[in-house]
């Protein structure tokens, strides 16, 4: 099941390459720390975990939905 989860959560990160690509062609800011984030993904999805309390599926959500907080924050901040 753990498995099920980690194949679902690379499933809707498809597309990090067309991101990454999209990025490299900017020259802003906002563009180098983007690409560092798309790099902690990348990173993140390799994680195998430690069976069977710790599966690498429950290791990756949890570190996604950490990248995804720290976006978001970041985000707030931008608009405000």
Excluded at 16 to 44: C, F
Aim: hydrophobic content about 25%.
């Amino acid at each position: 099941m753990l498995i099920a989860l980690k194949t679902n959560i690379k499933k809707e990160l498809r597309g990090l390459r067309k991101t990454e690509q999209t990025l490299q062609k900017r020259t802003d800011s906002d563009s180098e720390i983007l690409l560092g984030y798309t790099q902690a993904i990348r990173k993140t999805l390799q994680e195998d975990g430690e069976p069977p309390l710790n599966g690498g599926g429950t290791k990756v959500y949890e570190q996604i939905e950490e990248i995804n907080s720290r976006l978001i924050k970041c985000e707030k901040k931008k608009r405000s």
